[in-house]
């Protein structure tokens, strides 16, 4: 039997027929659909976004804002502490940076970005320095992972923020006040190394003298002779005194390299579980030399030659990430947190060994498998990459 | 000139399957994904110290070396079986309607006919006689249809022909009168998306009865290691393959493929495409309108586009034990009646159905010692979403995800309170990350009308095939399946 009689056969087919006839006659267009899906995709989550540069303010010696407009349409929403990816040209150099949004997730017309000087800052520095009004900037969407998520963070929480670091919680501060969260209390403590070097300080008094729920203690660690406010590194015993009951409480971390060093074992003594610790992911280490597992016999200074799939070859330094030698070639790969974390680099390694710092967020598989992140990879050998 | 023999669009499950099998024909292809990672939605996505496995829950058609399911078979012949660690899981799933029943059904015949009539005793003879026409018809099915008896006839596949294209709540229905025994046998429907009184009994009873003979199986390091798996042996094969790289156009001259543009601009010619993107976005995206061919948008008018799911995926930091998770598959609702639960995922009202899989239960190293990982599903359609303003879309997320966990908190107590990560995807995250129509994961409503007697998977146009849920039924065993068949056509194709 044909498979066409054998149908005709089963019971109901023939309704069945009957029924795509009548809806092949009045249902829906589906030309409709032509670019809906791409357009509602671009409206929450665009690849790209086109910004223009509408203001900079200075915000201390060392600090600057720059505040984003969106050159078509509207800039899509984000969550408040999440950043977005900068790019930049510089002498030639194609490569980017993300920067967590500063501003306020309600303020729904700007995105400000806020970006202190740092020594051998190559991106920070060009965008403090020759960035100015009118300039036009391109970005990734909003990104990210550091910020409030009410399925278990609850709404008691701390927030310790260390030097510019202090961004991302700009903008979950503001948002808690502009939308009038009064359940969600929050204690900000501000490490910095002098008063000078605070950023945000006026902002941040103002609003926590005006939310009952919003409290704001900055710390100096270089005070001068005479200062009244808290002093030294934020400890267990200053989180103790300044906190009361911490059991119910979540922590959020953003800050330095050294910070996250000191204060998490800060937290440990005090006994907080894991869970209630939430940490900002920050770029490739300072010296990934002294990272855990460096191995002794490769010298940051050792230069290995990478080969590509496309034919190319360039040269890398153990000590600097791959991105980073692939951009100073030219060559620019998909790039969004820079820290290990998103893995819209991932990329497969065909020969060679690279190292990656504990705590880069690459698969089981993609291990098993020889896939790396060369924002974070640096080559220990002569490497073959899948490019 | 062609650049390539055949260019696959999409890194999906059938678009994996398809590359490979033309590849080790011995055929260049080029594989186009718009994606970073290969897989769709068999990937995996790490948050803190977990690793989050995506979509897959149960893999089915596995079986065993000495008694292969049809996967088993598809894997084997594309030379990826020996890269996988296949992990059994002995029960078919655990359900739970809150208060009431609390009842886990084994992968084994006797054992689930034994517990269900422990359960409920008064249909002790009903469910013993449904597990009979489960396994008849499927036997049926198997003989006439997949074998392609010629004699196939009313007469020698009796019950084929009586309850192929009947609706699972009608033959329910038939056989008990329980509701919670109709709601607890019933509950595979979830796995197409299609609610009792439309699921072809035909979908139903195939899946329950393969899940038993070839059980349900996971994949240590999760479904990525199967897409990367997949993917490693295609690049083995000589196949070429660009991520980042998403189709704009497909071009056609004169009713024939000629190739296709990337969103780089780049012109790639070739005259075979197989397509992992949706039917519809594949004519109504690509191509110019002129190229579509009428047959085919006159097909898609009697088609409507399939669920979404809103999905919670959960780290805590405790054994599953602790918890009381003591099986991977659980199904919690508190809805008896499937089609009401059904209507309720197109509207933003949390309708207390929904799937718990916990990875720890089929095996270790799915997450550190001492924690678990966690999937909630329930499915959604994107409709409702659409209403939802830009700048509302995470407080209703969240809000939408609590009450999902605060349900799955009443199954099992102190779930609330190990969370250490979670991460909530609506049916948006699905359509970003899928680039599906409405953020589809089992492709058009899986309806009998739809089935593969009524949707081809070759088109009109010469040279172009498709592979994925939109020409088959949505799920891991069939998307992989499917790419093995299309790559089988365009392989038969460029033979002539």
Redesign the interface.
């Known amino acids: 039997?044909a498979?066409q009689d054998?149908?005709n056969?089963?019971?109901?087919?023939q309704?069945?027929v009957q029924?795509?006839e009548v809806?092949?006659?009045?249902?829906?267009?589906?030309?409709h659909?032509?670019?809906?899906?791409?357009r509602?995709?671009s409206?929450?989550?665009p690849k790209r976004i086109l910004l223009t540069v509408s203001e900079v303010r200075e915000e201390t010696f060392s600090a600057k804002t720059l505040r984003l407009v969106a050159r078509e349409g509207?800039l899509?929403?984000f969550?408040a502490g999440q950043y977005i990816n900068l790019f930049a040209d510089i002498g030639g150099i194609r490569t980017s940076r993300p920067y967590s949004i500063s501003s306020s997730?309600?303020q729904?017309g700007y995105y400000d970005i806020t970006i202190r000087r740092v020594e051998d800052g190559f991106v920070s520095n060009y965008f403090l320095e020759e960035v100015k009004p009118g300039d036009k900037l391109i970005s990734s969407g909003p990104s990210g992972?550091f910020h409030h998520?009410?399925?278990?963070h609850g709404d008691d929480l701390v927030f310790i923020a260390g030097g510019s670091g202090i961004t991302p919680f700009m903008s979950m501060v503001q948002d808690i006040a502009d939308r009038g969260l009064t359940e969600r209390r929050v204690h900000l403590i501000y490490g910095s190394k002098d008063a000078s070097d605070i950023i945000f300080h006026e902002r941040l008094q103002e609003i926590a003298d005006r939310h009952l729920n919003i409290s704001y203690t900055p710390v100096i660690s270089e005070p001068p002779v005479v200062y009244k406010g808290k002093k030294g590194f934020i400890t267990a015993k200053l989180l103790q005194d300044l906190l009361g009951d911490l059991s119910p409480k979540t922590f959020y971390l953003c800050g330095p390299e050294a910070m996250y060093t000191f204060c998490l074992k800060e937290l440990a003594s005090l006994g907080i579980?894991?869970?209630k610790i939430r940490i900002e992911v920050f770029g490739p280490p300072k010296e990934v030399a002294l990272q855990p597992g460096w191995p002794e016999e490769i010298l940051p200074e050792q230069r290995f030659v990478v080969q590509l799939k496309n034919g190319k070859t360039i040269y890398a330094q153990a000590g600097e990430t791959l991105m980073a030698s692939l951009e100073r070639n030219g060559m620019v790969i998909?790039a969004l947190c820079r820290s290990g974390?998103c893995?819209?680099?991932?990329t497969?390694l065909l020969s060679g060994k690279v190292y990656h710092p504990p705590g880069v967020?690459?698969?089981?598989?993609?291990r098993?498998?020889g896939?790396i992140h060369p924002c974070i990879a640096y080559p220990l050998e002569d490497l073959q990459l899948?490019i | 000139m062609s650049d390539y023999d055949v260019i696959v669009i999409g890194a999906g499950n059938g678009g994996m399957t398809a590359a490979l099998t033309v590849a080790r024909a011995g055929k260049k292809v080029l594989l186009l994904e718009s994606h970073?990672?290969p897989g769709g939605c068999a990937t995996?996505?790490?948050?803190g110290r977990f690793?989050f496995e995506v979509a897959l829950h149960q893999l089915s058609g596995i079986g065993t070396p000495e008694k292969p399911g049809p996967l088993r078979s598809v894997l084997d012949r594309l030379g990826v079986t020996n890269k996988l660690e296949f992990v059994e899981q002995p029960d078919l799933y655990r359900a739970i309607i809150p208060g009431v029943v609390d009842i886990t059904l084994k992968a084994e015949r006797e054992a689930l006919v034994h517990e269900l009539q422990q359960q409920f005793p008064k249909d002790k003879d009903p469910i013993r006689k449904f597990m009979n026409l489960v396994y008849d018809f499927s036997m049926q099915m198997i003989g006439?249809?997949f074998m392609k008896d010629?004699?196939?006839?009313?007469e020698k596949y009796p019950l084929?022909?009586?309850?192929?294209?009947?609706n699972l709540k009608d033959v329910l229905d038939e056989y008990f009168a329980d509701p919670y025994l109709k709601c607890v046998m019933g509950l595979y429907w979830g796995y197409t998306g299609v609610p009792p009184s439309q699921m072809p009994f035909s979908d139903f009873a195939i899946m329950l009865f393969a899940y038993i003979e070839f059980k349900p199986y996971h994949l240590k390091?999760?479904s990525?290691?199967l897409?990367?798996?997949l993917?490693?042996a295609l690049?083995q094969a000589g196949g070429d393959v660009r991520f980042?790289c998403e189709v704009k156009k497909i071009e056609v001259k004169s009713g024939k493929i000629a190739g296709v543009v990337t969103e780089e601009g780049d012109r790639i010619a070739t005259n075979h495409i197989i397509s992992n993107a949706s039917t519809?976005?594949t004519?109504?995206?690509m191509m110019d309108?002129e190229n579509i061919p009428a047959e085919e948008?006159?097909?898609?008018?009697?088609?409507?586009i399939g669920p979404s799911a809103f999905i919670?995926y959960l780290g805590l930091?405790c054994e599953p034990a602790e918890i009381g998770i003591n099986v991977a598959a659980n199904f919690i609702t508190s809805e008896l009646d499937g089609d009401k639960a059904a209507a309720a995922f197109k509207t933003l009202d949390f309708h207390q159905w929904c799937m718990l899989s916990c990875y720890n239960e089929c095996g270790a190293?799915f997450s550190p010692d001492g924690t678990s990982q966690v999937a909630i599903v329930t499915l959604q359609n994107a409709d409702p979403w659409?209403a939802v303003p830009?700048?509302q879309?995470?407080d209703v997320k969240?809000r939408y995800?609590?009450s999902l966990?605060d349900f799955c908190n009443r199954a099992f107590p102190g779930l609330?309170d190990?969370?250490?990560?979670?991460?909530?995807a609506s049916p948006?995250t699905c359509?970003?990350y899928l680039?599906?129509?409405?953020g589809a994961i089992y492709g058009q409503d899986n309806f009998?009308?739809d089935s593969r007697?009524?949707v081809s998977n070759k088109s009109p146009i010469q040279g172009l095939y498709f592979t994925g849920a939109w020409v088959t039924t949505g799920g891991f065993e069939p998307t992989l399946e499917s790419g093995w068949a299309a790559g089988k056509l365009a392989l038969a194709d460029l033979k002539k």
């Open positions: 039997m498979l054998v149908l056969d089963i019971e109901g087919y309704d069945i029924e795509r809806l092949m006659k009045y249902g829906s267009d589906m030309m659909l032509k670019g809906v899906t791409q509602r995709i409206s929450l989550h509207i899509p929403p969550q997730p309600d729904t992972h998520n009410p399925i278990f579980q894991k869970r998909p974390e893995s819209l680099c991932r497969k967020k690459l698969r089981k598989s993609d098993d498998f896939y899948m | 970073n990672v995996s996505f790490i948050r690793e006439g249809l010629p004699e196939a006839s009313k084929y022909f009586k309850y192929a294209f009947k390091g999760g990525q290691s897409s990367n798996a993917l490693d690049i980042n519809v976005r004519y109504v995206d309108p948008l006159k097909s898609f008018k009697a088609m409507t919670i930091d190293a659409y830009v700048h879309y995470n969240y995800a609590n966990v609330r190990h969370i250490e990560e979670a991460e909530a948006l359509m970003r680039g599906q129509p409405a009998a009308k007697f009524f």
